[in-house]
Protein backbone atom coordinates (compact mmCIF):
# COMPACT_ATOMS: atom_id res chain seq x y z
CA UNK A 1 0.00 0.00 0.00
CA UNK A 2 1.75 3.21 -1.19
CA UNK A 3 0.30 5.34 1.70
CA UNK A 4 1.72 3.15 4.36
CA UNK A 5 5.12 1.40 4.38
CA UNK A 6 4.39 -1.60 6.05
CA UNK A 7 8.76 -2.75 7.04
CA UNK A 8 8.89 0.88 8.72
CA UNK A 9 5.86 1.82 10.93
CA UNK A 10 5.92 0.72 14.54
CA UNK A 11 4.77 -2.06 16.26
CA UNK A 12 1.35 -0.57 17.53
CA UNK A 13 0.58 0.36 14.22
CA UNK A 14 1.58 -2.81 12.80
CA UNK A 15 -0.20 -4.80 15.24
CA UNK A 16 -3.50 -3.45 14.49
CA UNK A 17 -3.05 -3.09 10.61
CA UNK A 18 -2.58 -6.91 10.94
CA UNK A 19 -5.79 -7.00 12.64
CA UNK A 20 -7.78 -4.94 10.29
CA UNK A 21 -6.31 -7.13 7.16
CA UNK A 22 -7.23 -10.86 9.39
CA UNK A 23 -10.42 -11.32 7.44
CA UNK A 24 -11.80 -11.08 4.47
CA UNK A 25 -14.48 -8.10 3.44
CA UNK A 26 -14.94 -9.15 -0.27
CA UNK A 27 -18.36 -10.53 0.20
CA UNK A 28 -19.78 -7.47 1.96
CA UNK A 29 -17.70 -5.40 -0.62
CA UNK A 30 -19.89 -6.68 -3.44
CA UNK A 31 -23.15 -6.10 -1.93
CA UNK A 32 -22.00 -2.49 -0.10
CA UNK A 33 -20.57 -1.50 -4.05
CA UNK A 34 -24.40 -3.04 -5.27
CA UNK A 35 -26.30 -0.89 -2.64
CA UNK A 36 -24.02 2.41 -3.06
CA UNK A 37 -25.28 2.68 -6.98
CA UNK A 38 -28.76 1.58 -5.95
CA UNK A 39 -29.29 4.37 -3.19
CA UNK A 40 -26.56 7.13 -4.65
CA UNK A 41 -29.06 6.49 -7.94
CA UNK A 42 -32.38 7.31 -5.68
CA UNK A 43 -30.91 9.35 -3.56
CA UNK A 44 -30.28 11.72 -6.39
CA UNK A 45 -32.85 11.41 -8.60
CA UNK A 46 -35.46 12.16 -5.29
CA UNK A 47 -33.49 15.10 -4.12
CA UNK A 48 -33.36 16.88 -7.81
CA UNK A 49 -35.84 19.42 -7.12
CA UNK A 50 -33.90 20.03 -4.39
CA UNK A 51 -30.58 20.12 -5.57
CA UNK A 52 -31.76 22.67 -8.20
CA UNK A 53 -33.10 25.18 -5.61
CA UNK A 54 -29.79 25.45 -3.53
CA UNK A 55 -28.19 25.92 -6.92
CA UNK A 56 -30.47 28.93 -7.75
CA UNK A 57 -29.87 30.12 -4.02
CA UNK A 58 -26.05 29.93 -4.30
CA UNK A 59 -26.17 31.43 -7.37
CA UNK A 60 -28.62 34.12 -6.83
CA UNK A 61 -26.66 35.01 -2.98
CA UNK A 62 -23.21 35.40 -5.35
CA UNK A 63 -23.91 35.49 -9.23
CA UNK A 64 -20.42 35.60 -9.92
CA UNK A 65 -19.13 32.28 -8.52
CA UNK A 66 -20.23 28.77 -9.15
CA UNK A 67 -22.88 26.99 -7.17
CA UNK A 68 -20.55 23.97 -7.01
CA UNK A 69 -17.28 23.40 -5.43
CA UNK A 70 -14.69 20.90 -5.78
CA UNK A 71 -11.82 20.03 -3.91
CA UNK A 72 -8.93 17.61 -3.79
CA UNK A 73 -9.34 14.51 -1.14
CA UNK A 74 -7.50 11.46 -0.38
CA UNK A 75 -9.32 8.53 -0.50
CA UNK A 76 -8.58 4.56 -0.06
CA UNK A 77 -4.73 3.66 -0.10
CA UNK A 78 -3.64 7.61 -0.58
CA UNK A 79 -5.20 7.98 -3.73
CA UNK A 80 -6.40 11.68 -4.35
CA UNK A 81 -9.76 12.89 -5.90
CA UNK A 82 -11.90 15.35 -6.85
CA UNK A 83 -15.24 15.61 -3.89
CA UNK A 84 -17.90 17.62 -5.28
CA UNK A 85 -19.94 20.11 -2.66
CA UNK A 86 -22.29 22.94 -2.52
CA UNK A 87 -20.17 25.63 -2.54
CA UNK A 88 -21.07 27.11 1.08
CA UNK A 89 -17.62 29.32 1.25
CA UNK A 90 -16.55 32.38 -0.28
CA UNK A 91 -14.43 32.26 -3.13
CA UNK A 92 -11.23 31.98 -2.47
CA UNK A 93 -11.38 30.87 0.76
CA UNK A 94 -9.04 28.07 0.89
CA UNK A 95 -6.32 30.55 0.62
CA UNK A 96 -6.92 32.34 3.85
CA UNK A 97 -7.08 29.16 5.83
CA UNK A 98 -3.90 29.49 7.11
CA UNK A 99 -4.30 32.68 8.27
CA UNK A 100 -7.24 31.30 10.78
CA UNK A 101 -4.99 28.51 12.29
CA UNK A 102 -4.70 30.02 15.04
CA UNK A 103 -8.83 29.91 15.65
CA UNK A 104 -8.96 26.16 14.90
CA UNK A 105 -11.32 24.66 17.37
CA UNK A 106 -10.48 20.84 16.94
CA UNK A 107 -6.94 19.19 17.71
CA UNK A 108 -5.17 17.58 15.28
CA UNK A 109 -4.93 18.10 11.23
CA UNK A 110 -8.48 19.03 11.08
CA UNK A 111 -9.20 22.54 10.51
CA UNK A 112 -13.07 23.35 11.80
CA UNK A 113 -14.40 27.20 13.69
CA UNK A 114 -17.58 27.72 14.87
CA UNK A 115 -18.14 31.09 13.09
CA UNK A 116 -15.75 31.17 9.92
CA UNK A 117 -15.73 34.37 8.15
CA UNK A 118 -15.16 32.33 5.11
CA UNK A 119 -18.76 30.88 5.51
CA UNK A 120 -21.19 32.65 3.31
CA UNK A 121 -25.15 32.81 4.84
CA UNK A 122 -26.56 30.07 2.61
CA UNK A 123 -23.77 27.76 3.64
CA UNK A 124 -24.13 28.55 6.71
CA UNK A 125 -27.44 26.88 6.66
CA UNK A 126 -26.14 24.13 4.41
CA UNK A 127 -23.91 23.01 6.43
CA UNK A 128 -25.88 23.13 9.95
CA UNK A 129 -27.85 20.41 8.01
CA UNK A 130 -25.24 18.73 6.04
CA UNK A 131 -27.23 19.32 2.42
CA UNK A 132 -23.81 21.30 0.77
CA UNK A 133 -22.93 16.79 0.55
CA UNK A 134 -25.31 15.90 -1.26
CA UNK A 135 -23.16 16.30 -4.65
CA UNK A 136 -21.02 13.71 -2.83
CA UNK A 137 -23.40 11.21 -4.06
CA UNK A 138 -22.26 11.43 -7.34
CA UNK A 139 -18.57 10.86 -5.81
CA UNK A 140 -20.13 7.87 -4.48
CA UNK A 141 -21.76 6.62 -8.35
CA UNK A 142 -17.76 7.23 -9.39
CA UNK A 143 -16.88 4.86 -7.06
CA UNK A 144 -14.22 7.38 -5.23
CA UNK A 145 -16.64 7.52 -2.31
CA UNK A 146 -19.15 4.72 -0.72
CA UNK A 147 -22.00 5.61 1.38
CA UNK A 148 -20.67 4.92 4.90
CA UNK A 149 -16.72 5.08 5.80
CA UNK A 150 -14.27 7.36 7.38
CA UNK A 151 -14.48 10.98 6.31
CA UNK A 152 -12.36 11.86 3.83
CA UNK A 153 -9.38 13.87 4.65
CA UNK A 154 -7.34 17.16 2.72
CA UNK A 155 -3.90 16.09 1.35
CA UNK A 156 -2.43 18.66 3.84
CA UNK A 157 -4.52 16.83 6.74
CA UNK A 158 -3.11 13.63 5.74
CA UNK A 159 0.92 14.97 5.65
CA UNK A 160 0.30 15.83 8.63
CA UNK A 161 -1.05 12.44 10.00
CA UNK A 162 0.85 9.54 12.17
CA UNK A 163 1.14 6.03 10.42
CA UNK A 164 -1.47 5.05 13.08
CA UNK A 165 -3.76 7.34 11.92
CA UNK A 166 -2.66 6.26 8.51
CA UNK A 167 -4.84 3.73 8.57
CA UNK A 168 -8.19 5.26 8.08
CA UNK A 169 -7.16 5.20 4.44
CA UNK A 170 -7.75 1.64 4.52
CA UNK A 171 -11.00 1.65 3.13
CA UNK A 172 -13.19 4.17 0.80
CA UNK A 173 -14.33 7.34 2.70
CA UNK A 174 -17.50 7.79 3.19
CA UNK A 175 -20.49 10.81 2.82
CA UNK A 176 -21.39 9.37 6.60
CA UNK A 177 -19.15 7.74 9.44
CA UNK A 178 -19.94 6.55 12.74
CA UNK A 179 -18.03 10.62 13.46
CA UNK A 180 -20.72 11.56 11.41
CA UNK A 181 -23.78 10.44 13.87
CA UNK A 182 -21.67 11.50 17.25
CA UNK A 183 -23.88 13.77 19.13
CA UNK A 184 -21.20 15.86 19.65
CA UNK A 185 -18.77 15.31 16.27
CA UNK A 186 -17.15 18.84 16.61
CA UNK A 187 -15.73 18.18 20.07
CA UNK A 188 -14.69 14.61 19.45
CA UNK A 189 -10.47 14.64 19.93
CA UNK A 190 -8.99 13.64 16.98
CA UNK A 191 -7.37 10.32 18.28
CA UNK A 192 -10.96 9.53 19.12
CA UNK A 193 -11.93 10.09 15.92
CA UNK A 194 -9.54 8.11 14.53
CA UNK A 195 -10.16 5.22 16.87
CA UNK A 196 -13.85 5.59 15.66
CA UNK A 197 -13.03 4.75 12.06
CA UNK A 198 -10.47 2.08 12.99
CA UNK A 199 -13.72 0.33 15.12
CA UNK A 200 -15.68 0.80 11.74
CA UNK A 201 -13.29 -0.98 9.66
CA UNK A 202 -12.52 -3.47 11.59
CA UNK A 203 -16.00 -4.37 12.25
CA UNK A 204 -17.88 -3.22 9.14
CA UNK A 205 -20.48 -5.31 7.72
CA UNK A 206 -23.64 -4.31 5.69
CA UNK A 207 -26.51 -4.35 8.80
CA UNK A 208 -23.88 -2.01 10.71
CA UNK A 209 -23.81 0.13 7.39
CA UNK A 210 -27.35 0.20 6.71
CA UNK A 211 -27.94 1.55 11.13
CA UNK A 212 -25.23 4.60 10.29
CA UNK A 213 -27.54 5.39 7.55
CA UNK A 214 -30.53 5.35 9.57
CA UNK A 215 -29.36 7.47 12.37
CA UNK A 216 -27.24 10.17 9.42
CA UNK A 217 -30.69 12.21 9.14
CA UNK A 218 -31.08 12.35 12.81
CA UNK A 219 -27.65 13.77 13.15
CA UNK A 220 -28.64 16.46 10.34
CA UNK A 221 -31.55 17.60 11.90
CA UNK A 222 -29.97 18.33 14.95
CA UNK A 223 -27.92 21.08 13.18
CA UNK A 224 -24.44 20.31 14.55
CA UNK A 225 -22.93 20.73 11.57
CA UNK A 226 -19.70 23.28 10.50
Request: hydrophobic share 40%.
Amino acid sequence: MPYLEHEKVDEKTRARLETLLEKSYFPYWKKKRAFDLFFATLILLFFLPLMLLITLVIWLEDPKASPFYKQIRVGRHGKEFYMYKFRTMKPGSDKIRDALKEQNEMDGPVFKMKDDPRITRVGKFLRKVSLDELMQFFNVLAGDMTLVGPRPPLPGEVEAYTDYQRLRLLVTPGITCTWQIHKNRNDVPFEEWVEMDLEYIQNRSFFGDILIMLKTPIAMLSFTGR
